[in-house]
């Protein structure tokens, strides 16, 4: 249950966070799925943190992101589409995904009930993946 709060998976992942939360992410990743105060800060660590050539979700979502060139001509605009591509690159380059329209319906669902707008650009489907 906790591992569905962020796509943290591999050594590349459980590596980094582990060592920037004080656990031994190779040894031990499973600490993530068995520990909801690891799970949370873990989630929080996946969001906040850019890891290159990916800029984190966070700058993606606030503004601070900037553009390089490749992001340009891979066509990685800012959205929610950029920050399905940070998570989930694997999900980009896909036409009428049930699984990405899905996610998008909620994403605009919790837009409506904060009363905030979703933005452009909400799929990835012309992105290229990281």
Same mark, same amino acid.
């Given at each position: 249950?906790? *591992?569905?709060?962020?796509?943290?998976?591999?050594n590349? *992942?459980?590596?980094?966070?582990?060592?920037?939360?004080?656990?031994?992410?190779?040894?031990?990743?499973?600490?993530?799925?068995?520990?909801?105060?690891?799970? &949370?800060?873990?989630?929080?660590?996946?969001?906040?943190?850019?890891?290159?050539?990916?800029?984190?979700?966070?700058?993606?979502?606030?503004?601070?992101?900037?553009?390089?060139?490749?992001?340009?001509?891979?066509?990685?605009?800012?959205g929610?589409?950029?920050?399905?591509?940070?998570? *989930?690159?694997?999900?980009?380059?896909?036409?009428n995904?049930?699984?990405?329209?899905?996610?998008?319906?909620? &994403?605009?669902?919790?837009?409506e009930? &904060?009363?905030?707008?979703?933005?452009?650009?909400?799929?990835?489907?012309?992105?290229?993946? &990281?």
């Open positions: 249950m906790h *591992n569905k709060l962020v796509s943290v998976i591999r590349y *992942n459980y590596g980094p966070a582990g060592k920037a939360l004080g656990f031994d992410g190779l040894a031990n990743p499973r600490v993530v799925a068995n520990d909801s105060i690891v799970a &949370f800060k873990t989630a929080l660590w996946f969001c906040m943190t850019e890891q290159k050539p990916k800029p984190s979700s966070h700058d993606v979502m606030t503004g601070r992101y900037v553009p390089t060139e490749d992001d340009m001509a891979a066509n990685r605009t800012v929610y589409g950029l920050v399905t591509n940070i998570i *989930n690159g694997g999900e980009c380059g896909r036409s995904d049930g699984k990405v329209n899905g996610r998008i319906g909620y &994403f605009k669902r919790y837009a009930l &904060f009363n905030v707008d979703p933005g452009p650009n909400l799929d990835c489907e012309n992105q290229k993946s &990281f």
